[in-house]
Antibody, heavy 120, light 105 residues
Framework: EVQVLESGGGLVQRGGSLRLSCEAS????????MSWVRQAPGKGLEWVSV????????YYADSMKGRFTISRDNSKSTVYLQMNSLGVEDTAVYYC?????????????WGQGTPVTVTS | VVLTQSPGTMSLSPGERASLSCRAS???????LAWYQQRPGQAPRLLIY???TRATGVPDRFSGSGSGTDFTLTISRLEPEDFAVYFC????????FGQGTKLEI
């Protein structure tokens, strides 16, 4: 059974940093790209970043470039999202999602999310 | 690509048919259109991809159609568990989501 479990969310002051983790199981981890997708309170979904299965390729939404860094450790089946220079607009539930084998951005399994609250 | 979903909220009863719309700001391949369901307090669940292909385990009362800039998710007979928020997504370069349609009883 595929499982995706995020952790690391919490309360942080504006300008601060936070590192999210996403541990996956139930599939060949290195064979799948992994993304972070966020959802601000009462809002829709916003793709944040993706990392290829090997970790050699990473892409970011424009508003996250230069502030967020995605990485992965295939030996631990874990993806990370390092978030720096956080603003109140980054307050959201952050979901980790698996890219389907064929399409980078088609998300076939999601975690339950970890909430991030940035205070002013 | 900006995706606009309508209506924002739809009120129906169990057993009725629901048709949810997703309109794109520019045409793209229907191969890259997906629908997700999100129940309160839960993560999104993939329902449809390639505009019309059901994901594994999705009941056949869910169907997707459309091409170009206009796409539709249809639920033929609503079950109580179908009342949720539905998002469309294009999964080409730089993926984007619609703002969602809330299906309420």
């Amino acid at each position: 059974e595929v499982q995706v479990l995020e952790s690391g969310g919490g309360l942080v002051q504006r300008g601060g940093s936070l590192r999210l983790s996403c541990e996956a199981s139930g599939f060949t981890f290195r064979s799948h790209a992994m993304s972070w997708v966020r959802q601000a309170p009462g809002k829709g979904l916003e793709w944040v970043s993706v990392i290829s299965g090997s970790g050699g390729n990473t892409y970011y939404a424009d508003s996250m470039k230069g502030r967020f860094t995605i990485s992965r450790d295939n030996s631990k089946s874990t993806v990370y999202l390092q978030m720096n220079s956080l603003g109140v607009e980054d307050t959201a539930v952050y979901y980790c999602a698996r890219g389907s084998g064929a399409w980078l951005y088609l998300f076939d399994y999601w975690g339950q999310g970890t909430p991030v609250t940035v205070t002013s | 690509v900006v995706l606009t979903q309508s209506p924002g909220t739809m009120s129906l009863s169990p057993g009725e048919r629901a048709s949810l719309s997703c309109r794109a700001s520019q045409s793209f391949s229907s191969s890259y259109l997906a629908w997700y369901q999100q129940r309160p307090g839960q993560a999104p669940r993939l329902l449809i991809y390639g505009a019309s292909t059901r994901a594994t385990g999705v009941p056949d009362r869910f169907s997707g159609s459309g091409s170009g800039t206009d796409f539709t998710l249809t639920i033929s007979r609503l079950e109580p568990e179908d009342f949720a928020v539905y998002f469309c997504q294009q999964y080409g370069m730089s993926p984007t989501f619609g703002q969602g349609t809330k299906l309420e009883i």
